[in-house]
């Protein structure tokens, strides 16, 4: 395994077409495209990585599975009379599908889904209550309470919120939003903002592989059904209008993020945690997406075959 990441890095290091780091965020324009690591974790514990793997990125869209997960543990089944669990084929930040289904986002993946999943569990309370639960949960799932908002992308995000407020407030209006907005978009810019490295979300994906538990630390984080039913909507809605390409690259549940992290799980054997800066179009990372491509090649790992 050391082997197949070590030849992954080597060759990604030797691409010249990185992609566009994201700008829209002011704050993540400035990260070095040149950057690429690789981390997988297997439910025996061991973690192995290669290049940048214990930089910290902004973790952005990826955060969206873990409000998921939390929404789900909280409120069960309820959660899906707050979001769909539908692809949407459109951008992260797309309005348009919320007009025709009368503001009910499609899934909890794209911007419009994750802004209602965080409504819906603040259940009341102030942000603050909610990002303790939110930071304390990810410091549970990673076993490593280092891990931190980074508050200047979070204000950059808040500061540049006029596409993500129309999405919140276009929701509102149809009563699907039930929390003050610039409230509730508080808290998503600052799950957004959380910054991992790739051998920390790793390890924080350890739990989609093997059902719902640790098998590591022992510890139960979600019911199998549960998981199972996550992994499914990360195949399906990880990668917004770019999800069908993911599936035939790599066929593997997923989830990106303009920060240009990848968590991927392959159920079983390992979750594996890609970085590198730079975006294809649709907002994916390129060699990201590139190096799980070859880790698949390398390894067999897909759901699609044995
Ligand atoms: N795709 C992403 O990672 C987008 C998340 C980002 N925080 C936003 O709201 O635009």
């Not at 050391?2 to 704050?27: C, F, R, W």
């Not at 993500?164 to 610039?182: E, P, Q, R």
């Not at 592989?209 to 195949?235: D, E, F, K, P, Y």
Request: charged share 20%.
């Amino acid at each position: 395994m050391q082997q197949i990441l070590d030849d992954i890095a080597a060759e990604m290091a030797s691409e010249t077409d990185h992609g566009k780091v994201a700008d829209y965020i002011p704050q993540l324009a400035h990260v070095d495209p040149n950057q690429f690591g690789i981390a997988i974790a297997t439910p025996d514990g061991q973690v192995y990585a290669a290049g940048n793997a214990s930089t910290l990125f902004s973790i952005q869209s990826i955060s969206k599975v873990f409000t998921l997960t939390i929404g789900l543990g909280k409120l069960g089944d309820g959660i899906w009379t707050h979001v769909g669990r539908e692809p949407s084929g459109d951008p992260f930040n797309s309005i348009t599908v919320l007009e025709y289904e009368s503001g009910r986002p499609r899934n909890p993946f794209i911007n419009a889904g994750a802004i209602a999943v965080v409504d819906a569990i603040m259940m009341g309370h102030e942000p603050k209550a909610t990002l303790g639960e939110i930071l304390r949960f990810v410091h549970f799932i990673a076993d490593d309470d280092s891990i931190r908002f980074d508050h200047k992308v979070a204000a950059s995000e808040m500061q540049h919120r006029d596409r993500n407020a129309a999405l919140a407030h276009f929701m509102k209006s149809f009563g699907h939003i039930k929390h003050d907005v610039d409230k509730v978009l508080g808290v998503y810019f600052h799950q957004c903002s959380i910054a991992m490295s790739c051998e920390q979300l790793a390890r924080a994906g350890l739990f989609l592989v093997s059902n719902g538990v640790n098998q590591h630390t022992g510890v139960r984080v979600i019911n199998a059904q549960q998981s199972r039913r996550i992994n499914s909507l990360m195949m399906m809605c990880g990668h917004y209008d770019g999800a069908g390409e993911f599936a035939y690259r790599v066929g593997l549940p997923g989830k990106s993020g303009v920060g240009g992290g990848i968590l991927t799980i392959a159920p079983g054997k390992g979750s594996i945690a890609v970085w590198s800066p730079g975006l294809d179009h649709v907002g994916n990372s390129k060699l990201g997406l590139k190096a799980l491509e070859l880790l698949v090649q390398k390894t067999g790992w897909s759901v699609f075959s044995n």
